[in-house]
T-cell receptor, first 116, second 110 residues
Framework: DTAVSQTPKYLVTQMGNDKSIKCEQNLGHDTMYWYKQDSKKFLKIMFSYNNKELIINETVPNRFSPKSPDKAHLNLHINSLELGDSAVYFC???????????????FGPGTRLTVL | AQSVTQPDIHITVSEGASLELRCNYSYGATPYLFWYVQSPGQGLQLLLKYFSGDTLVQGIKGFEAEFKRSQSSFNLRKPSVHWSDAAEYFCAAQGGKLIFGQGTELSVKP
């Protein structure tokens, strides 16, 4: 059984296009996250949602807009794609996401986005 | 500022040899600490975590890590490395957000 799944696994697109990445978790977790892994493999959080409410929003360009239709899904929409958006995007989830919680985050397989 | 440092970008060990990957953190208080592994083209898998209590933590795949408060370290160890352990290893700390180190790439030679 897949715990955290992402689609698509690979995404190749042209500059200026708009694209979405979908994430779903079947763990019953309350909190979901988006991370970006750059070409040097550095991982950094972008967004976090708890029960469909945005709780972490790092300094990410406005072109990135997360959407959580329900607590099992967190999608990432990117407008006007730029070359620098090329990266691997990981979705994750955790039980409660409390600020100082002990909640372990479980990661999806990643989506490799290539902008040409 | 909160940070996690993995001093070694790349380590090569022989199969069967012991392994230690270093991790240091800088936080106001002791954060929760994690080690994740990323195999080529794969997502991140949790190896182990430390919240409190016993400072030697056992994880999956024969890995263990030791928390040393005095050194602000959480080093990952394995007594005997297998070729399948070749991967990227990330140390992470959580005191609010989950902050990752830069990663250490492990190569295993036969």
């Amino acid at each position: 059984d897949t715990a955290v799944s992402q689609t698509p696994k690979y995404l190749v697109t042209q500059m200026g296009n708009d694209k979405s990445i979908k994430c779903e978790q079947n763990l019953g977790h309350d909190t979901m996250y988006w991370y970006k892994q750059d070409s040097k493999k550095f991982l950094k959080i972008m967004f976090s949602y708890n029960n469909k409410e945005l709780i972490i929003n790092e300094t990410v360009p406005n072109r990135f807009s997360p959407k959580s239709p329900d607590k099992a899904h967190l999608n990432l929409h990117i407008n006007s794609l730029e070359l620098g958006d090329s990266a691997v995007y990981f979705c994750a989830s955790s039980q409660t996401g409390a600020v100082m919680g002990t909640d372990t985050q479980y990661f999806g397989p990643g989506t490799r986005l290539t902008v040409l | 500022a909160q940070s996690v440092t993995q001093p070694d970008i790349h380590i090569t060990v022989s199969e069967g040899a012991s392994l230690e990957l270093r991790c240091n953190y800088s936080y106001g208080a002791t954060p929760y600490l994690f080690w994740y592994v990323q195999s080529p083209g794969q997502g991140l898998q949790l190896l182990l975590k430390y919240f409190s209590g016993d400072t030697l933590v056992q994880g999956i795949k024969g890995f263990e890590a030791e928390f040393k408060r005095s050194q602000s370290s959480f080093n990952l160890r394995k007594p005997s490395v297998h070729w399948s352990d070749a991967a990227e290893y990330f140390c992470a700390a959580q005191g609010g957000k989950l902050i990752f180190g830069q990663g250490t790439e492990l190569s295993v030679k036969p």
